[in-house]
């Protein structure tokens, strides 16, 4: 994220250089990469990836939903809204949008409320484009200083369930929910009729038990210090049962694979993992 967001040290052809081995069908953006912050650089950021066999089938972005002062807000949601003509320009089909950060003076119902209104106001220019928004059950943007405000399932659920609109769905993180304290099954569970798009990733125990880290992590700020990121696969989610659910609930949509902080071949044993796992449950 460093080198393609804040230095500078890796251009986005070079990114994409580096996925192209992989045999992938799509390379997810993020709103965020530098060469993106010029719109008349979108088309040739598209065309870059479409070069290569593959489009791009979502922009992943982190509106700040939950400040309290009004202009903040508003300047978010525009922020959002130029976010969602990028998502268009670029081929893509969904546009992330987060809740925003869990700032220690807002209460649930607070929040909610400001949550919603601004997710509200960007789903007519969504519409337009013809880009769907994909709330993610995230943990924290990686340039934030608190968690996610609806990071817990509870409240995840709460504010997916006030928002009833056909260009608006759930992108499910099992991953994200250990981070929460939560089950992933019973989170999928909850919101599965909803999930449009998933992210598959996953996380490994270094020390104790889940229930150490649910007692120990539980809301608690910084990456839970007992999960490290691995190959899918090998950690603690049970992709079986989680694509029997979303099978079950008619799921069809983009599984992007998360991973490569360990490298490369990590990334490659994911690669092959969650196609063959695709071609099981979604069999041609």
Known sequence: MKPLCRDGTMTLAQWIELAAPLGLDGLEYYSGFL??????????????????GMVIPMLCCSPDFSLPDPELRRQEIEREKNWIRMAATLGAKYCRVLSGQRRPELTINQGLDLVVGCIEACLPEAEACGVTLILENHYKDDFWSYPEFAQKMDVFCALVDRIRHPRFGVNYDPSNAFLAGDDPL???????????????????????????????????????????????????????AIFRELRGAGFNGWVSIEDGVNGMDELEESVRFVRQKLKTYWPA
């Open 35 to 52: 060469e993106l912050a010029d719109p008349s650089q979108w088309p040739a950021a598209r065309r870059a990836v479409e070069a290569r």
């Open 186 to 240: 019973e989170l999928l569970r909850r919101v599965k009729d909803r999930v449009v798009t998933m992210h598959a990733s996953d996380r490994s125990l270094i020390s104790g038990t889940i229930e150490d880290l649910r007692r120990e992590e539980d809301g608690a700020e910084g990456y839970a210090k007992r999960l490290r990121h691995g190959a899918i696969g090998r950690g603690l989610n049970d992709y079986d």
